[in-house]
């Protein structure tokens, strides 16, 4: 079994200002849930499956908890425990037909992924898919993005899971679970002035801490105010016009899966310099660049990616919710060399740590958290109906609503999430692959979640098929990139043979002979 549980004392009863902005940026087309598939080498059953999760649910307190949101968004929604749950309503079961190819999969687990969590409920599912070839069992995991980031997320897989293939004896010391009852109108207000409170002091205490040192908070201000005024304006320089950013997205998502050797991505990183996630940058970046000449796309203004960058303490593991701040790398659209693309990512990521871009934009944004959540809540809901409109007015008047969906901010997201190094379980079943999801929206029809498991990393190539009909174009051209830094890795390896030096000709053989005294003279031959 996982060491260690998630800790209802560690988790916050209110969604935090970035929590929220998970919910009040859903929309109808632009579900904000994350996921991932786990395939396993055989079959699962649906009974097992239960016992398993149920066997686990005391340790993850969030599963049983519902959103709870405030009269008249006061504050943002709380997490409170659903007296309805039932773990049927979570934990489903579909038969596939027998020897069911992995595109029919993805078909079908899709067209439910890609619908919204149902608010009523807990905001997590689990799928079983049984009859996949070789007689395997797939699961598609969903979490809404409100409860987790990448790294909560893979923090609470490896609760979910198991480390070892025995499955553990069941704890017998487990309190069963009464749920409290869900809180009135009057009683949330009540809180809401409560937790207003409370920030007031946490706000006198920290400027009473940061009081003696007055000029360096002044001048970390100042300095954060710079970096996040340079960051206004490269969000307002031109991007790369690309397919996938042509239009608003529909609900309709697609993929194309890649595993790749950890160890063959730590050799590129040996043999060239930089960081993992500058080699997965260079491969991402050249197979879009690629991509674009592939579809006769002239080379113009950069890709801008966006990139999550965790902020998470390390006090605050195992406190789920959200703790990124992001980076915003600008790389070419031309196709090149990509030893030489490396060293060009590696020299923008230097530059975007070294300004402290995302320290400095991760405090703006908890300057954010006073702001009135009522207000955002409506402008929020505003920008998403809008959206979901033009989505509705694009098949009827493309010609119409394309011009509103103009890129602007980013083209794509690219996250890598670390992931167990060890093989995980299930009910005694092994995963052997484990392929992220994440979600669209707006007008960014493709994305990549990165993860590494089991000493591979994982990239998943997600589109919404109108914009991006082949993802498997865009695989084939970053495995493409990735077997070319390989090569080259392996040959910045081979150690250069070294010339013999020339031979000279033989002087006229002598023979020695010796004196008396032992001293050698020459002799004729």
Avoid at 1 to 23: P, Y
Avoid at 67 to 82: I, K, Q, R, Y
Avoid at 106 to 112: F, G, H, P, Q, S
Avoid at 172 to 180: A, L
């Amino acid at each position: 079994m996982a060491e260690k549980s998630i800790a209802i004392e560690n988790l916050n009863h209110r969604l935090t200002g970035q929590d929220a902005t998970f919910i009040y940026g859903e929309s109808r087309n632009g579900p904000l849930h994350i996921g991932s598939f786990s395939f396993f080498e055989d079959e699962i059953t649906y009974p097992e499956l239960m016992r398993h999760f149920e066997s686990k649910l005391h340790l993850v307190p969030r599963y049983r908890q519902r959103l709870v949101t405030v009269p008249f968004n006061l504050d943002h929604a709380t997490l409170e425990d659903d007296p309805d749950f039932k773990i049927e309503n979570h934990v489903k079961f579909h038969q596939l037909p027998a020897d069911t190819s992995e595109a029919q999969l993805m078909e079908t687990a899709l067209a439910i992924f890609q619908k919204p969590l149902d608010r009523k409920r807990p905001l997590w599912e689990v799928h079983l898919f049984n009859g996949f070839k070789g007689n395997r069992s797939v699961l598609m995991w969903s979490i809404h993005h409100c409860l987790v980031d990448g790294v909560s997320g893979m923090e609470l897989l490896n609760v979910v899971m198991d480390f070892r293939p025995g499955s553990p004896a069941p704890e017998s010391n487990v309190e069963r679970w009464s749920p409290k009852p869900l809180p009135g109108p009057l009683r949330q207000i009540i809180e809401v002035t409560l937790d207003r409170a409370r920030e007031q002091v946490d706000s006198i205490r920290r400027l009473t801490r940061e009081a003696p040192n007055f000029r360096s908070l002044v001048k970390s201000l100042g300095t954060d105010a710079g970096t996040v005024a340079r960051l206004a304006q490269q969000m307002a320089r031109p991007i790369a016009a690309t397919p996938w950013n042509a239009s608003f997205v529909s609900q309709k998502r697609t993929l194309a899966w890649l595993r790749t050797s950890f160890a063959d991505i730590r050799e590129i990183r040996t043999a060239f310099g930089g960081t993992i996630n500058d080699v997965v940058l260079t491969m991402l970046s050249e197979g879009a660049a690629r991509y674009l000449r592939y579809h006769g796309v002239q080379p113009g203004a950069p890709f801008r990616i966006g990139c999550p960058v965790s902020v998470r303490a390390e006090d605050e593991n195992g406190s789920l919710g959200n703790r990124v701040s992001m980076m915003f790398p600008e790389l070419p659209t031309e196709p090149m060399d990509p030893v030489a693309r490396l060293k060009l990512v590696t020299a923008e990521t230097q530059r975007i740590k070294e300004a402290g871009e995302p320290q400095a934009l991760e405090r703006l944004m908890s300057y954010g958290e006073s702001a009135s959540p009522a207000i955002v809540a409506t402008l929020a809901r505003i920008a998403t109906a809008a959206m979901d409109t033009a989505v509705s007015f694009q098949r009827i008047l493309p010609s119409l609503t394309r011009p509103l969906a103009q890129p602007m901010g980013i083209n794509f997201v690219a996250t890598n999430v670390p992931g167990s190094q060890v093989p995980l379980y299930l009910a005694g079943h092994r995963m052997v692959d484990y392929v992220g999801l994440l979600p669209l929206g707006g007008n960014l029809g493709f994305g990549v979640p990165i993860v590494s498991y089991n000493q591979n990393l994982y990239f998943t190539m997600m589109a919404e098929p109108n914009l991006m009909p082949d993802p498997d174009r865009m695989k084939s051209l970053v495995e493409q990139v990735f077997e070319e830094l390989k090569q080259a890795a392996i040959a910045q390896k081979v150690p250069v043979q070294k010339q013999a030096p020339p031979v000279k000709k033989p002087k006229r053989a002598t023979a020695h002979a010796a004196s008396a005294d032992g001293s050698p003279h020459p002799v004729a031959a």
